[in-house]
Protein backbone atom coordinates (compact mmCIF):
# COMPACT_ATOMS: atom_id res chain seq x y z
CA UNK A 1 0.00 0.00 0.00
CA UNK A 2 1.57 3.58 -1.05
CA UNK A 3 0.29 6.62 0.64
CA UNK A 4 0.80 10.06 -1.25
CA UNK A 5 1.10 13.91 -0.18
CA UNK A 6 2.83 16.31 2.13
CA UNK A 7 5.33 14.11 4.58
CA UNK A 8 5.50 16.03 7.91
CA UNK A 9 9.24 15.26 9.62
CA UNK A 10 8.82 16.39 12.61
CA UNK A 11 12.40 15.80 13.82
CA UNK A 12 13.93 17.40 11.21
CA UNK A 13 11.62 20.07 10.52
CA UNK A 14 10.59 19.30 6.99
CA UNK A 15 7.80 18.99 4.96
CA UNK A 16 8.15 17.31 1.74
CA UNK A 17 6.18 15.47 -1.41
CA UNK A 18 6.72 12.38 -0.38
CA UNK A 19 5.11 8.52 -0.53
CA UNK A 20 5.09 6.20 2.21
CA UNK A 21 5.15 2.47 2.00
CA UNK A 22 3.70 0.32 4.38
CA UNK A 23 3.75 -3.74 4.47
CA UNK A 24 2.39 -6.33 7.28
CA UNK A 25 1.29 -3.58 9.58
CA UNK A 26 4.80 -1.61 9.33
CA UNK A 27 6.32 1.45 7.10
CA UNK A 28 8.61 0.02 4.62
CA UNK A 29 9.84 3.04 3.37
CA UNK A 30 9.20 6.75 2.81
CA UNK A 31 10.50 8.83 -0.60
CA UNK A 32 10.55 12.00 -2.09
CA UNK A 33 8.09 11.79 -4.78
CA UNK A 34 6.62 14.90 -7.14
CA UNK A 35 3.06 15.27 -6.98
CA UNK A 36 0.32 17.47 -6.52
CA UNK A 37 -1.48 15.84 -3.71
CA UNK A 38 -1.55 18.68 -1.20
CA UNK A 39 -2.86 16.60 1.98
CA UNK A 40 -0.50 16.13 4.62
CA UNK A 41 0.77 12.91 6.51
CA UNK A 42 2.12 12.86 10.01
CA UNK A 43 2.55 11.11 13.25
CA UNK A 44 -0.88 9.96 14.87
CA UNK A 45 -2.18 12.11 18.11
CA UNK A 46 -1.68 10.97 21.18
CA UNK A 47 -3.62 12.02 24.25
CA UNK A 48 -1.00 11.54 27.16
CA UNK A 49 -3.38 11.31 30.22
CA UNK A 50 -6.83 10.47 30.06
CA UNK A 51 -9.68 8.59 32.12
CA UNK A 52 -10.88 6.40 29.31
CA UNK A 53 -14.03 6.07 31.76
CA UNK A 54 -14.81 9.84 32.48
CA UNK A 55 -16.08 9.31 28.63
CA UNK A 56 -18.75 6.98 30.35
CA UNK A 57 -17.08 4.85 27.43
CA UNK A 58 -15.49 1.51 27.62
CA UNK A 59 -12.04 1.78 25.60
CA UNK A 60 -13.31 -0.58 22.62
CA UNK A 61 -16.35 2.30 22.11
CA UNK A 62 -14.25 5.39 22.84
CA UNK A 63 -11.53 4.25 19.94
CA UNK A 64 -14.15 3.89 17.66
CA UNK A 65 -14.55 8.10 18.33
CA UNK A 66 -11.02 8.88 18.80
CA UNK A 67 -9.84 7.64 15.42
CA UNK A 68 -12.28 10.38 13.63
CA UNK A 69 -9.84 12.82 15.44
CA UNK A 70 -6.38 11.31 14.29
CA UNK A 71 -6.16 9.61 17.46
CA UNK A 72 -4.10 6.89 17.62
CA UNK A 73 -2.59 6.19 20.98
CA UNK A 74 -3.76 7.20 24.80
CA UNK A 75 -1.69 7.28 28.23
CA UNK A 76 -4.78 5.45 29.93
CA UNK A 77 -5.03 5.60 33.78
CA UNK A 78 -7.75 3.12 34.91
CA UNK A 79 -8.08 4.67 38.16
CA UNK A 80 -11.64 5.49 38.10
CA UNK A 81 -12.38 2.03 37.53
CA UNK A 82 -10.01 0.80 39.90
CA UNK A 83 -11.74 2.48 42.53
CA UNK A 84 -14.74 0.63 41.82
CA UNK A 85 -13.83 -3.09 40.69
CA UNK A 86 -9.87 -3.31 41.98
CA UNK A 87 -7.15 -4.72 39.75
CA UNK A 88 -10.18 -6.72 37.62
CA UNK A 89 -11.07 -3.18 36.98
CA UNK A 90 -7.75 -2.72 35.38
CA UNK A 91 -7.71 -5.89 33.67
CA UNK A 92 -11.22 -5.49 33.02
CA UNK A 93 -9.91 -2.10 31.17
CA UNK A 94 -7.00 -3.76 29.03
CA UNK A 95 -8.57 -6.44 27.84
CA UNK A 96 -11.36 -4.97 25.77
CA UNK A 97 -9.12 -2.23 24.89
CA UNK A 98 -6.99 -4.98 23.11
CA UNK A 99 -10.05 -6.13 20.94
CA UNK A 100 -9.74 -2.82 19.09
CA UNK A 101 -6.95 -1.13 17.38
CA UNK A 102 -6.78 1.86 18.97
CA UNK A 103 -3.18 1.80 21.19
CA UNK A 104 -4.40 2.49 24.69
CA UNK A 105 -1.32 2.37 27.22
CA UNK A 106 -2.58 1.62 30.65
CA UNK A 107 -0.77 2.86 33.95
CA UNK A 108 -1.09 0.95 37.97
CA UNK A 109 -3.02 2.97 39.62
CA UNK A 110 -1.03 4.79 42.57
CA UNK A 111 -3.79 6.06 44.72
CA UNK A 112 -6.79 3.61 45.61
CA UNK A 113 -8.59 4.95 47.00
CA UNK A 114 -6.98 8.68 46.28
CA UNK A 115 -7.48 8.80 50.42
CA UNK A 116 -8.96 7.18 53.15
CA UNK A 117 -11.13 9.91 53.97
CA UNK A 118 -13.81 8.67 51.70
CA UNK A 119 -14.95 4.64 51.18
CA UNK A 120 -14.11 3.34 47.87
CA UNK A 121 -14.85 -0.31 46.14
CA UNK A 122 -11.44 -1.23 46.45
CA UNK A 123 -7.96 -0.69 47.52
CA UNK A 124 -4.11 -1.27 45.90
CA UNK A 125 -1.78 -1.46 47.81
CA UNK A 126 1.97 -1.50 47.12
CA UNK A 127 2.33 -5.25 46.60
CA UNK A 128 -0.70 -5.53 43.54
CA UNK A 129 1.29 -2.80 42.33
CA UNK A 130 4.19 -4.77 42.02
CA UNK A 131 1.96 -7.78 40.43
CA UNK A 132 0.90 -4.85 37.85
CA UNK A 133 4.30 -2.81 37.31
CA UNK A 134 5.47 -6.44 36.42
CA UNK A 135 3.16 -6.69 33.37
CA UNK A 136 4.44 -5.92 29.97
CA UNK A 137 0.52 -4.21 29.12
CA UNK A 138 0.89 -1.97 32.14
CA UNK A 139 3.48 0.71 31.45
CA UNK A 140 4.02 3.40 34.00
CA UNK A 141 2.85 3.83 37.75
CA UNK A 142 -0.38 6.70 36.80
CA UNK A 143 -0.82 9.62 38.65
CA UNK A 144 0.38 10.11 42.41
CA UNK A 145 -2.39 12.16 43.91
CA UNK A 146 -1.30 11.63 47.32
CA UNK A 147 1.41 14.17 47.47
CA UNK A 148 1.39 14.64 51.32
CA UNK A 149 2.55 11.00 51.55
CA UNK A 150 5.37 12.33 49.48
CA UNK A 151 5.89 15.17 51.33
CA UNK A 152 6.11 13.05 54.79
CA UNK A 153 7.72 9.70 53.21
CA UNK A 154 4.38 7.61 53.92
CA UNK A 155 6.43 4.18 53.26
CA UNK A 156 3.11 2.76 51.62
CA UNK A 157 3.33 5.24 48.75
CA UNK A 158 7.33 5.39 48.61
CA UNK A 159 7.12 1.63 48.18
CA UNK A 160 4.87 2.33 45.20
CA UNK A 161 7.38 4.26 43.69
CA UNK A 162 10.44 2.35 44.03
CA UNK A 163 8.54 -1.05 42.48
CA UNK A 164 8.09 1.37 39.25
CA UNK A 165 11.48 2.38 39.54
CA UNK A 166 12.37 -1.31 39.51
CA UNK A 167 10.85 -1.86 36.56
CA UNK A 168 12.04 0.73 34.86
CA UNK A 169 8.75 2.50 34.40
CA UNK A 170 7.94 6.36 34.79
CA UNK A 171 5.75 7.77 37.45
CA UNK A 172 2.66 10.07 36.86
CA UNK A 173 2.40 13.33 39.11
CA UNK A 174 -0.32 15.37 40.43
CA UNK A 175 -0.04 18.14 42.45
CA UNK A 176 -1.63 21.26 41.75
CA UNK A 177 -0.42 24.37 43.25
CA UNK A 178 2.47 22.52 44.84
CA UNK A 179 5.75 24.92 44.86
CA UNK A 180 9.11 25.45 46.67
CA UNK A 181 10.33 22.60 48.96
CA UNK A 182 7.49 20.85 48.22
CA UNK A 183 7.28 20.27 45.06
CA UNK A 184 11.39 19.85 44.47
CA UNK A 185 11.13 17.19 47.15
CA UNK A 186 7.85 15.34 45.28
CA UNK A 187 10.13 15.72 42.07
CA UNK A 188 13.00 13.49 43.74
CA UNK A 189 10.92 11.14 44.83
CA UNK A 190 10.96 10.29 41.13
CA UNK A 191 7.86 11.88 39.66
CA UNK A 192 8.20 12.74 36.68
CA UNK A 193 5.09 14.99 35.07
CA UNK A 194 2.27 16.77 36.10
CA UNK A 195 -1.25 17.42 34.19
CA UNK A 196 -2.50 19.29 37.09
CA UNK A 197 -0.45 23.01 36.70
CA UNK A 198 -3.18 26.10 36.47
CA UNK A 199 -0.95 28.94 36.53
CA UNK A 200 1.92 30.07 34.13
CA UNK A 201 4.03 30.53 37.11
CA UNK A 202 3.19 27.44 38.52
CA UNK A 203 4.41 25.52 35.41
CA UNK A 204 7.51 27.44 34.92
CA UNK A 205 8.48 26.39 37.94
CA UNK A 206 8.21 22.85 37.81
CA UNK A 207 9.42 22.96 34.01
CA UNK A 208 12.98 24.49 35.33
CA UNK A 209 13.05 21.83 37.63
CA UNK A 210 13.23 19.08 35.21
CA UNK A 211 9.09 18.20 35.03
CA UNK A 212 7.36 17.39 32.00
CA UNK A 213 3.97 19.15 32.29
CA UNK A 214 0.73 17.62 30.64
CA UNK A 215 -1.37 21.35 29.20
CA UNK A 216 -4.63 19.91 30.22
CA UNK A 217 -8.37 20.88 28.21
CA UNK A 218 -10.88 18.65 29.16
CA UNK A 219 -14.71 18.69 29.29
CA UNK A 220 -14.68 20.62 32.47
CA UNK A 221 -10.69 21.63 33.35
CA UNK A 222 -9.40 23.57 31.23
CA UNK A 223 -5.48 24.73 31.63
CA UNK A 224 -4.82 25.54 27.59
CA UNK A 225 -5.19 29.56 27.41
CA UNK A 226 -3.15 29.70 30.93
CA UNK A 227 -0.26 27.91 29.83
CA UNK A 228 -0.04 27.36 26.32
CA UNK A 229 2.19 30.28 26.35
CA UNK A 230 5.50 28.05 27.79
CA UNK A 231 5.20 25.91 24.38
CA UNK A 232 7.26 27.92 22.37
CA UNK A 233 10.26 27.48 24.79
CA UNK A 234 9.60 24.18 26.18
CA UNK A 235 7.81 22.25 23.72
CA UNK A 236 10.92 19.67 24.59
CA UNK A 237 9.20 18.63 27.90
CA UNK A 238 5.10 19.16 27.34
CA UNK A 239 2.28 17.23 25.99
CA UNK A 240 -1.47 17.86 25.62
CA UNK A 241 -4.06 15.73 27.30
CA UNK A 242 -8.00 15.57 27.75
CA UNK A 243 -7.77 14.21 31.41
CA UNK A 244 -11.49 13.81 31.35
CA UNK A 245 -13.49 13.91 28.33
CA UNK A 246 -17.35 13.45 27.79
CA UNK A 247 -18.82 11.90 24.82
CA UNK A 248 -20.73 14.87 23.76
CA UNK A 249 -16.94 16.49 23.77
CA UNK A 250 -15.01 13.41 22.10
CA UNK A 251 -17.84 13.66 19.39
CA UNK A 252 -17.06 16.96 18.25
CA UNK A 253 -12.83 16.79 18.57
CA UNK A 254 -9.57 15.40 20.76
CA UNK A 255 -5.98 16.36 20.65
CA UNK A 256 -6.55 17.48 16.66
CA UNK A 257 -8.46 21.04 18.00
CA UNK A 258 -5.51 21.79 20.73
CA UNK A 259 -3.18 21.78 18.33
CA UNK A 260 -5.40 23.97 15.65
CA UNK A 261 -5.89 26.35 19.02
CA UNK A 262 -1.71 26.20 19.54
CA UNK A 263 -1.57 27.03 15.95
CA UNK A 264 -3.48 29.90 15.44
CA UNK A 265 -1.30 31.50 18.45
CA UNK A 266 1.14 31.90 15.35
CA UNK A 267 3.04 28.67 17.23
CA UNK A 268 5.68 26.69 15.24
CA UNK A 269 3.80 23.80 13.74
CA UNK A 270 6.76 21.41 14.29
CA UNK A 271 6.76 22.31 18.11
CA UNK A 272 3.06 21.76 18.08
CA UNK A 273 3.33 18.54 16.58
CA UNK A 274 6.19 17.51 18.69
CA UNK A 275 4.15 17.96 21.64
CA UNK A 276 1.23 16.53 20.60
CA UNK A 277 2.58 13.23 18.84
CA UNK A 278 6.46 12.48 19.75
CA UNK A 279 6.75 13.24 23.52
CA UNK A 280 4.48 10.78 24.84
CA UNK A 281 5.96 8.24 22.68
CA UNK A 282 9.44 8.85 24.28
CA UNK A 283 9.01 9.52 27.93
CA UNK A 284 6.31 6.58 28.41
CA UNK A 285 8.39 4.43 25.76
CA UNK A 286 5.06 4.06 23.79
CA UNK A 287 4.50 0.79 20.94
CA UNK A 288 3.44 3.69 18.68
CA UNK A 289 5.29 4.38 15.07
CA UNK A 290 6.47 8.29 14.55
CA UNK A 291 6.10 7.81 10.40
CA UNK A 292 9.54 6.08 10.32
CA UNK A 293 10.96 3.16 8.49
CA UNK A 294 10.47 0.08 9.72
CA UNK A 295 8.16 1.00 12.75
CA UNK A 296 4.30 0.21 13.29
CA UNK A 297 2.67 2.36 10.37
CA UNK A 298 0.65 4.47 13.12
CA UNK A 299 -0.34 7.47 10.66
CA UNK A 300 -2.84 10.49 9.60
CA UNK A 301 -4.01 12.48 6.65
CA UNK A 302 -5.49 15.65 7.79
CA UNK A 303 -6.62 18.20 5.11
CA UNK A 304 -3.46 20.94 6.33
CA UNK A 305 -1.99 22.09 8.96
CA UNK A 306 -4.15 24.79 10.75
CA UNK A 307 -7.35 22.75 11.54
CA UNK A 308 -5.86 19.73 11.41
CA UNK A 309 -9.18 18.18 9.59
CA UNK A 310 -8.48 14.71 9.83
CA UNK A 311 -9.16 12.43 6.05
CA UNK A 312 -7.69 9.70 7.38
CA UNK A 313 -6.09 7.47 10.10
CA UNK A 314 -3.95 4.36 9.81
CA UNK A 315 -3.40 2.19 12.92
CA UNK A 316 -1.04 -0.49 12.34
CA UNK A 317 -1.20 0.22 8.74
CA UNK A 318 -4.85 -0.41 8.91
CA UNK A 319 -7.60 2.26 8.12
CA UNK A 320 -9.57 2.95 10.80
CA UNK A 321 -11.57 5.66 9.90
CA UNK A 322 -12.04 8.11 6.70
CA UNK A 323 -13.70 10.98 6.00
CA UNK A 324 -15.73 11.17 9.15
CA UNK A 325 -16.25 7.36 9.33
CA UNK A 326 -14.93 4.65 11.90
CA UNK A 327 -14.39 1.40 10.89
CA UNK A 328 -13.46 0.50 14.14
CA UNK A 329 -16.03 -2.98 14.55
CA UNK A 330 -17.77 -2.89 17.57
CA UNK A 331 -16.57 -5.93 20.67
CA UNK A 332 -19.36 -7.59 22.99
CA UNK A 333 -18.28 -6.65 26.35
CA UNK A 334 -19.73 -7.31 29.99
CA UNK A 335 -20.77 -5.21 32.63
CA UNK A 336 -19.58 -5.92 35.77
CA UNK A 337 -20.72 -3.58 38.75
CA UNK A 338 -20.48 -2.74 42.23
CA UNK A 339 -23.56 -0.79 43.68
CA UNK A 340 -24.71 -2.13 47.10
CA UNK A 341 -26.84 0.91 48.39
CA UNK A 342 -30.76 0.78 48.75
CA UNK A 343 -33.32 3.56 47.97
CA UNK A 344 -33.25 6.83 50.73
CA UNK A 345 -35.67 7.73 52.32
CA UNK A 346 -36.72 12.04 52.42
CA UNK A 347 -35.35 12.23 56.20
CA UNK A 348 -32.16 11.32 55.13
CA UNK A 349 -31.27 14.57 53.33
CA UNK A 350 -32.61 16.67 56.05
CA UNK A 351 -30.06 18.23 58.31
CA UNK A 352 -31.33 20.10 61.69
CA UNK A 353 -29.54 23.01 62.59
CA UNK A 354 -29.59 26.83 64.04
CA UNK A 355 -26.75 27.88 62.51
CA UNK A 356 -26.59 31.28 61.54
CA UNK A 357 -23.40 30.79 59.19
CA UNK A 358 -22.42 27.57 57.12
CA UNK A 359 -19.31 26.25 54.76
CA UNK A 360 -19.90 26.58 51.34
CA UNK A 361 -17.84 25.27 48.50
CA UNK A 362 -17.56 27.59 45.42
CA UNK A 363 -17.53 25.74 42.03
CA UNK A 364 -15.13 27.34 39.29
CA UNK A 365 -15.61 27.88 35.90
CA UNK A 366 -13.37 25.33 33.87
CA UNK A 367 -11.32 24.58 37.38
CA UNK A 368 -11.22 21.48 39.53
CA UNK A 369 -10.12 23.63 42.44
CA UNK A 370 -12.71 25.24 44.84
CA UNK A 371 -13.09 27.72 47.24
CA UNK A 372 -14.22 27.74 50.93
CA UNK A 373 -16.61 30.82 51.48
CA UNK A 374 -18.71 31.53 54.38
CA UNK A 375 -22.56 32.00 53.79
CA UNK A 376 -25.95 32.82 55.75
CA UNK A 377 -27.93 29.64 56.41
CA UNK A 378 -31.64 29.20 55.18
CA UNK A 379 -33.54 27.61 57.84
CA UNK A 380 -37.02 25.99 57.61
CA UNK A 381 -38.38 24.70 60.47
CA UNK A 382 -35.48 24.23 62.04
CA UNK A 383 -33.70 21.87 58.70
CA UNK A 384 -31.63 23.61 56.30
CA UNK A 385 -32.30 23.77 53.11
CA UNK A 386 -31.08 25.16 49.71
CA UNK A 387 -31.69 28.63 49.09
CA UNK A 388 -31.94 29.01 44.92
CA UNK A 389 -32.17 32.80 45.14
CA UNK A 390 -28.66 33.11 46.61
CA UNK A 391 -27.69 30.01 44.22
CA UNK A 392 -26.61 28.26 47.04
CA UNK A 393 -27.88 24.78 46.74
CA UNK A 394 -28.01 21.80 49.08
CA UNK A 395 -25.41 18.72 47.64
CA UNK A 396 -25.05 15.62 48.97
CA UNK A 397 -23.28 12.35 48.75
CA UNK A 398 -24.22 9.25 49.18
CA UNK A 399 -22.43 5.56 49.80
CA UNK A 400 -22.81 3.12 46.95
CA UNK A 401 -21.25 0.15 48.42
CA UNK A 402 -22.97 0.03 51.42
CA UNK A 403 -26.39 1.72 53.49
CA UNK A 404 -24.85 4.24 55.88
CA UNK A 405 -26.64 8.03 55.73
CA UNK A 406 -25.51 10.49 52.80
CA UNK A 407 -23.19 12.95 53.56
CA UNK A 408 -24.36 16.95 53.28
CA UNK A 409 -22.89 20.11 52.08
CA UNK A 410 -24.15 22.83 49.79
CA UNK A 411 -22.58 24.84 46.35
CA UNK A 412 -22.40 27.87 45.13
CA UNK A 413 -22.40 28.21 41.10
CA UNK A 414 -24.39 25.90 39.96
CA UNK A 415 -26.98 27.93 39.22
CA UNK A 416 -30.50 24.96 39.30
CA UNK A 417 -33.33 27.01 39.45
CA UNK A 418 -35.66 23.57 40.25
CA UNK A 419 -34.92 19.99 40.03
CA UNK A 420 -31.68 18.04 40.77
CA UNK A 421 -28.80 16.55 39.16
CA UNK A 422 -26.77 13.84 39.90
CA UNK A 423 -24.42 11.43 38.76
CA UNK A 424 -22.47 7.92 39.88
CA UNK A 425 -19.50 9.37 38.08
CA UNK A 426 -17.89 11.10 40.83
CA UNK A 427 -14.06 11.08 41.51
CA UNK A 428 -12.63 9.25 42.53
CA UNK A 429 -14.57 6.58 44.51
CA UNK A 430 -17.74 7.27 42.44
CA UNK A 431 -20.56 7.48 45.02
CA UNK A 432 -23.60 8.91 43.87
CA UNK A 433 -22.73 13.40 44.21
CA UNK A 434 -26.16 15.38 43.34
CA UNK A 435 -27.14 18.89 43.84
CA UNK A 436 -30.70 19.93 44.05
CA UNK A 437 -33.28 22.95 45.01
CA UNK A 438 -35.23 20.93 47.45
CA UNK A 439 -34.94 17.77 49.56
CA UNK A 440 -37.42 16.21 47.43
CA UNK A 441 -35.75 17.02 43.96
CA UNK A 442 -32.62 15.31 45.67
CA UNK A 443 -34.48 12.01 46.87
CA UNK A 444 -35.35 11.39 43.40
CA UNK A 445 -32.49 12.14 41.81
CA UNK A 446 -30.63 9.66 43.94
CA UNK A 447 -32.67 6.98 44.08
CA UNK A 448 -33.52 7.03 40.52
CA UNK A 449 -29.51 6.70 39.84
CA UNK A 450 -29.82 3.54 42.56
CA UNK A 451 -32.55 2.03 40.19
CA UNK A 452 -30.04 1.84 37.57
CA UNK A 453 -27.13 0.67 39.23
CA UNK A 454 -25.40 3.95 38.13
CA UNK A 455 -25.88 7.00 35.73
CA UNK A 456 -26.00 10.30 35.49
CA UNK A 457 -29.61 12.60 35.38
CA UNK A 458 -31.50 15.69 35.84
CA UNK A 459 -35.01 15.49 37.39
CA UNK A 460 -37.80 18.15 37.86
CA UNK A 461 -40.97 16.69 39.32
CA UNK A 462 -42.28 14.12 36.87
CA UNK A 463 -39.63 14.86 34.34
CA UNK A 464 -36.59 12.77 34.53
CA UNK A 465 -33.79 11.91 31.82
CA UNK A 466 -31.12 9.57 32.67
CA UNK A 467 -28.06 7.59 30.71
CA UNK A 468 -27.45 3.95 32.70
CA UNK A 469 -23.90 3.17 33.49
CA UNK A 470 -24.16 -0.07 34.34
CA UNK A 471 -20.63 -1.17 33.27
CA UNK A 472 -18.88 -0.36 37.16
CA UNK A 473 -21.47 2.44 37.73
CA UNK A 474 -19.50 5.25 35.49
CA UNK A 475 -19.60 3.54 31.97
CA UNK A 476 -22.17 2.72 29.41
CA UNK A 477 -23.27 -0.47 27.37
CA UNK A 478 -24.61 2.02 24.43
CA UNK A 479 -22.75 2.57 21.39
CA UNK A 480 -20.61 5.69 21.88
CA UNK A 481 -22.83 7.81 19.66
CA UNK A 482 -26.13 7.15 21.33
CA UNK A 483 -24.06 7.73 24.53
CA UNK A 484 -23.30 10.80 23.44
CA UNK A 485 -26.70 11.83 22.16
CA UNK A 486 -28.25 10.45 25.59
CA UNK A 487 -25.67 12.86 27.73
CA UNK A 488 -26.18 15.75 25.28
CA UNK A 489 -29.66 15.34 26.25
CA UNK A 490 -29.51 15.59 29.93
CA UNK A 491 -26.53 18.21 29.98
CA UNK A 492 -29.48 20.37 28.12
CA UNK A 493 -31.99 19.55 30.79
CA UNK A 494 -29.57 20.67 33.48
CA UNK A 495 -29.30 23.75 31.69
CA UNK A 496 -33.00 24.15 30.87
CA UNK A 497 -33.04 23.86 34.82
CA UNK A 498 -30.68 26.76 35.22
CA UNK A 499 -26.76 25.49 35.77
CA UNK A 500 -24.95 27.99 34.20
CA UNK A 501 -21.35 26.27 33.90
CA UNK A 502 -20.39 24.94 30.74
CA UNK A 503 -20.29 21.07 31.88
CA UNK A 504 -22.32 20.84 34.92
CA UNK A 505 -21.76 16.95 34.75
CA UNK A 506 -18.22 16.66 34.54
CA UNK A 507 -17.53 19.87 37.29
CA UNK A 508 -20.14 18.18 39.56
CA UNK A 509 -18.15 14.73 39.23
CA UNK A 510 -15.22 16.54 40.57
CA UNK A 511 -16.85 18.01 43.51
CA UNK A 512 -16.30 14.89 45.68
CA UNK A 513 -12.35 14.99 45.10
CA UNK A 514 -11.09 15.62 47.89
CA UNK A 515 -6.98 15.80 46.85
CA UNK A 516 -7.89 18.77 44.97
CA UNK A 517 -8.09 22.09 47.51
CA UNK A 518 -10.24 23.29 48.68
CA UNK A 519 -13.43 22.65 50.00
CA UNK A 520 -14.78 19.24 48.78
CA UNK A 521 -18.01 16.43 49.88
CA UNK A 522 -16.78 12.78 50.67
CA UNK A 523 -19.62 10.22 51.95
CA UNK A 524 -18.00 10.92 55.11
CA UNK A 525 -18.04 14.73 55.00
CA UNK A 526 -17.45 17.95 54.39
CA UNK A 527 -13.34 17.84 53.92
CA UNK A 528 -10.58 20.72 53.25
CA UNK A 529 -8.29 19.83 51.08
CA UNK A 530 -5.79 22.51 52.25
CA UNK A 531 -5.78 20.91 56.13
CA UNK A 532 -6.54 17.39 54.84
CA UNK A 533 -9.21 17.22 57.32
CA UNK A 534 -12.92 17.00 57.99
CA UNK A 535 -14.56 20.19 58.80
CA UNK A 536 -17.93 21.58 60.31
CA UNK A 537 -20.58 22.29 58.08
CA UNK A 538 -21.48 24.58 60.69
CA UNK A 539 -19.42 28.16 61.25
CA UNK A 540 -21.79 30.16 63.47
Known amino acids: MQIQGQVVDIENKRIYSGEVTVADGKIVSITEKNHSIKTYILPGFIDAHIHIESSMLVPSEFAKIAVLHGTVATISDPHEIANVLGKDGVHYMIDNGKKVPLKFHFGAPSCVPA ?20 LPDIYYLSEMMNYPGVLFDDEEVLKKIAWAKHFGKPVDGHAPGLRG ?19 YDETAEKLSLGMKVIIREGSAAKNFEALIDLLPEHYDNMMFCSDDKHPDDLIVGHINQ ?5 VAKGMDVFKVLQVACVNPVHHYK ?5 LKENEAADFIVVEDLVNFKVKQTYINGELVAE ?3 SFVKHVAFETPNNFNTSAKTLSEFEISSSAKTIRVIEALEGQLITNEIHHQS ?8 SNVDDDILKMAVVNRYANTPPAIAFIKNFGLKKGAIASSVAHDCHNIIVVGTSDEEILNAVNLLIAKTGGICAVNGNTKKSLALPVAGIMSDKDGWEAGRLYQEIDAMAKELGSTLKAPFMTLSFMALLVIPDLKLSDKGLFSGNSFSFVDLEVE
Do not use: W
Open 378 to 385: LLQNGKLI
Open 323 to 325: EGK
Open 115 to 134: TFFETAGAVIDSEQIKELMA
Open 286 to 290: MEVGL
Open 258 to 262: LCARA
Open 181 to 199: APIEKYIAAGITTDHECFT
